[in-house]
């Protein structure tokens, strides 16, 4: 009877042994710490412990690749603007909702301007989602025309002038949709830091008079009250384009909720500027960039003649990838037929019939060089008219002896001005050192764009000096040329 008695203790006993060291086992592992633990730790790590164990040791991140192949996504994403629920921007979003065939036509318009104007917002620290604006003005188009406003982003001459654009018979800077960038971009950030530092007031402000909305939280600040747009209780019919301009930053935000597919552009730039050759004919400087009269249109619409004004200093855009053609031809340009243009006030009494004659020119071509498509006219009305450029200070070159004697005086006066003009930068040339190429390695978040901008170098330039196109992929590490 005992000895199957000692057998059952024993067995209890080493029963007792295994479970104290499968506990004990339990207690050992979860002790130690797993790969996992130092792999999102490694910051506490002491030195020799990140040592012995290798596989813990923190690696160099990898290079940065551009977030975003597509503009819109940059804007997608922004999350700059607060947009509220507001009864009427859910009623302007209601509106476009599923309006398919109108943001088509937006991306389409958008495609030459949209990085630019991302791009300097980015560059002054400004909401991206402001890029949207000329959604809400203009359906993008550069060439819109209301009564007053004009351009893509519909500013009115007295606004452009204030902001420094060219307004003339000749040229609108207004619907130059880079220069007007320029300008409303300047505009919006000064509406911004005078009416309490809210781009909702801002924008507002832009659409009704800076002076409304400075007024309206004036009355606020007396009373106590936020000075934020939705504070001011402005009626809606005053601000139409602020609640239109939220509601498209809610769709770009979410166009699949909507209904609505945006077209991709490209995130890299389209187009750069170049000096304007004064006198030509823009027919012929597209032909010399390989693009058609239209397009150039649809890239440099402030120009209201079919010439470039024969005085003043203005630029064209081209796409990046006609730069280089247009340079290769841009000397021939000044061996066709130029035009002089000035201004003149039409007169009581005038018809297109006694202007002509009197400045000895054929209708047609007043009317033409207006974009006149009928007779009748109103006084007061400025109209341009061009004759041949026989020579003037912008010659590229010293002007060639005329056999014409009405023109003898004229043609000694500008060959003097431009033999100075030769032997000044031949001096100029003598003095300056040889140009130097330096290098730039691109780093992580770079496009060509920040690259020139940085540098103070034309986009076109650095591509061309480092053989590249708009089309050309640029890593973290490569090295670029610069030359000063």
């Known amino acids: 009877m005992r000895t199957p008695f000692r057998q059952t203790h024993s067995f209890t006993v080493l029963m007792l042994t295994m479970l104290m060291a499968l506990l004990t086992g339990c207690a050992a592992t979860s002790a130690s710490p797993s790969a996992t633990e130092f792999n999102t730790s490694t910051d506490n790590v002491q030195p020799e412990l990140s040592n012995a164990t290798p596989h813990t040791a923190k690696t160099p991140p990898p290079p940065v690749v551009e977030q975003y192949s597509d503009v819109w996504a940059k804007i997608q994403h922004a999350n700059t603007i607060d947009v509220h629920?507001?009864?009427?921007?859910?009623?302007?979003?209601?509106?476009?909702?599923?309006?398919?065939?109108?943001?088509?036509?937006?991306?389409?318009?958008?495609?030459?301007?949209?990085?630019?104007?991302?791009?300097?917002?980015?560059a002054r620290n400004m909401p991206l989602e402001l890029a949207l604006l000329p959604i809400v003005e203009s359906g993008y188009n550069p060439l819109a025309q209301a009564n007053g406003p004009a351009g893509l982003w519909q500013m009115i001459p007295a606004t452009g002038r204030n902001f420094?654009?060219?307004?003339?018979?000749?040229?609108?800077?207004?619907?130059?949709?880079?220069?007007?960038?320029?300008?409303?971009?300047?505009?919006?950030?000064h509406l911004y830091d005078t009416l309490d530092k809210d781009w909702i007031n801002a924008v507002a402000a832009y659409n009704t008079g800076e002076l409304v909305i400075k007024a309206a939280i004036d009355k606020n600040k007396a009373k106590g009250k936020p000075t934020d747009f939705w504070s001011l209780g402005i009626p809606?019919?005053?601000?139409?384009?602020?609640?239109?301009?939220?509601?498209?930053?809610?769709?770009i935000r979410a166009p699949n909720h909507y209904g609505l597919k945006i077209p991709t552009i490209d995130n890299r730039p389209f187009l750069d500027r170049v000096p304007a050759p004064n006198g030509v004919d823009i027919g012929q400087i597209a032909d010399a960039a390989g693009l058609s009269k239209a397009e150039f249109k649809i890239y440099n619409p402030g120009f209201r003649q079919g010439v470039i004004p024969s005085k003043g200093k203005y630029q064209i855009a081209l796409p990046l990838e006609n730069i280089g053609q247009y340079q290769e031809n841009h000397d021939k340009l000044y061996a066709q037929k130029r035009y002089d243009s000035q201004s003149y006030t039409v007169k009581s009494g005038d018809s297109l019939g006694s202007?002509?004659?009197?400045?000895?020119?054929s209708v047609k071509t007043l009317k033409q060089a207006n974009n006149l498509t009928s007779d009748r006219l109103k006084i007061g009305q400025e109209l341009t008219l061009l004759t041949p450029m026989v020579a003037n200070d912008n010659e590229p070159e010293p002007a060639k002896a005329s056999s014409s004697k009405a023109n003898a005086k004229a043609d000694t006066k500008v060959s003097s001005k431009s033999s100075a003009k030769v032997k000044a930068a031949t001096s100029k040339s003598?003095?300056?050192?040889?140009?130097?190429?330096?290098?730039?390695?691109?780093?992580?978040?770079?496009?060509?764009?920040?690259?020139?901008?940085?540098?103070?170098?034309?986009?076109?330039?650095?591509?061309?000096?480092?053989?590249?196109?708009a089309k050309s992929i640029i890593k973290p590490g490569q090295e670029l040329k610069i030359i000063d």
Not at 99 to 120: C, D, T, W
Request: aromatic letters at 10%; a positive charge; glycine letters at 4%.
């Open 85 to 122: 629920d507001d009864a009427e921007v859910r009623k302007q979003r209601n509106f476009f909702d599923d309006k398919q065939r109108f943001m088509n036509q937006v991306g389409e318009r958008a495609e030459p301007f949209l990085y630019y104007i991302v791009s300097q917002l980015e």
């Open 164 to 189: 420094g654009l060219t307004i003339n018979s000749a040229y609108d800077g207004r619907k130059d949709a880079l220069a007007s960038t320029d300008a409303v971009l300047d505009y919006l950030q």
């Open 236 to 251: 809606a019919k005053r601000v139409q384009t602020v609640p239109k301009w939220l509601a498209f930053i809610q769709i």
């Open 355 to 361: 202007i002509a004659a009197k400045f000895d020119m």
């Open 430 to 469: 003598a003095e300056k050192p040889a140009a130097k190429a330096t290098t730039y390695k691109v780093k992580s978040g770079d496009s060509l764009d920040k690259i020139a901008r940085k540098n103070k170098v034309k986009l076109a330039d650095l591509m061309k000096w480092n053989q590249l196109n």
